[in-house]
């Protein structure tokens, strides 16, 4: 193969390993696997010459900090962390400071490298450019630098090819600035519902606990904190979406049937939106409740089999059927009045899913029957 072959074939391999670490962030990998990988790209197409480093801004923004550098010996990374920037400081933190290319030929030679050529000389550092990682504010995210065992400047090819995954630096640490400032967001958010709930229920506590049946009152605070715990569900699955088997496994078997196998479910993996999982994860509650009180689960020997399936349409909506079913506890009838929780599934449920919810009091054990549209806001 000639030289200008291995130059295409060498390109090739870097932009394929550009696209997967562009998954990787579009996937949420974590930030070190992602810089790591970008790293051991730039390893792989100079034949393992050229050694990768990235350093972060610190949050002061005067120091940059060791963020990854897999082919550099840890003793030098150590040393370098907490690099001042500034107008002379190596590579890097003159990079970072005058928020350009900072090409160093000479590591031994040359004055930006006065301070510390003896970290890099005695490990054979002898070259080394630094790109600032830039933000699309121009803010310095931090520097990606490129270190050589012999004194040299990067050929026009190998400009191209830092600026190109510096910029790929700069979509990882934005995705993952990103993500940390929703996930602070969320956990604000989480803890402002907490607290509104504690207050509702201290306000309770003090007008209502004493005009109430002890039942009653329980069953008030028992609904306040499945809302607490479904926010708190919602939180761990980044409030994007919940599984329909883990919503029933927090919601049914753990507070209810403990592990038992008195719950069974059976059903295909199914993700509900946040407004889907709130409004499934009470009508859970109510019919965990009605059975835990006077249903299949309070006795020894009751049953609760619970079934769903989807199937997609063409405008890409699915249909949702969904089945609760009791058996073994004691004799069902029929209520002479429908309380908060059969209101709960057979209007607010329905209303809020598109469909219908219909309770069957059948005399060997209720049965709950939800039929309904899933459209994109809803799974």
């Known amino acids: 193969m000639n030289s200008e072959s291995q130059l295409r074939a060498r390109d090739v391999a870097l ?31 100079s034949n393992g010459k050229m050694l990768g480093s990235i350093l972060l801004m610190d949050e002061d923004g005067r120091r940059l900090r060791h963020a990854a550098a897999p082919s550099l010996p840890e003793a030098y990374n150590a040393a370098v962390d907490g690099l001042p920037i500034g107008p002379s400081s190596g590579s890097c933190g003159t990079a970072a400071h005058r928020k350009e290319l900072v090409i160093v030929s000479d590591i031994e030679t040359d004055p930006l490298w006065e301070k510390y050529r003896h970290l890099a000389l005695p490990l054979g550092l002898r ?95 028992g609904r306040l904190n499945r809302l607490s715990d479904t926010h708190l569900l919602l939180l761990q699955q980044q409030w994007a979406s919940v599984e329909l088997h883990e919503l029933i496994s927090k919601s049914v078997i753990e507070p209810f049937a403990g592990d038992t196998d008195r719950v069974r479910m059976t059903g295909p993996e199914t993700h509900l ?47 949702f059927k969904f089945f609760w079913v009791e058996s073994g506890g004691p004799t069902v009838s029929v209520p002479k009045e429908r309380g908060f929780g059969s209101g709960l599934i057979e209007r607010a449920l329905a209303t809020e899913l598109g469909g219908v919810a219909t309770l069957a009091f059948q005399p060997e054990g209720l049965g709950c029957q939800i039929r309904a549209t899933l459209t994109n806001d809803l799974v």
């Open 273 to 319: 939106s946040p407004r889907a999982t709130l409004i499934m994860s009470m009508a859970l509650h109510e019919l965990s409740t009605n059975a835990a009180k006077y249903g299949a689960l309070s006795n020894s020997s009751g049953r609760v089999s619970i079934d769903w399936d989807t199937v997609e349409k063409t405008d890409g909506s699915k249909d």
């Open 127 to 221: 070259a080394c450019w630094s790109s600032p990682i830039l933000s699309k504010g121009n803010k310095v995210l931090g520097t990606f630098a490129i270190y050589y065992r012999e004194p040299r400047t990067p050929s026009p090819e190998e400009r191209e090819v830092i600026g190109l995954l510096s910029r790929t630096a700069t979509i990882a640490i934005e995705r993952h600035q990103l993500d940390a400032h929703r996930q602070l967001l969320l956990n604000e958010m989480v803890h402002r519902v907490k607290n509104t709930l504690a207050s509702v229920q201290s306000i309770a506590n003090q007008t209502l606990r004493t005009k109430l049946h002890a039942d009653d009152w329980m069953e008030f605070v």
């Open 15 to 45: 932009i394929k390993a550009q696209n997967n670490i562009l998954s990787q962030i579009a996937y949420g990998a974590p930030v070190q696997e992602v810089f790591d990988n970008l790293l051991r790209a730039i390893g792989e197409y």
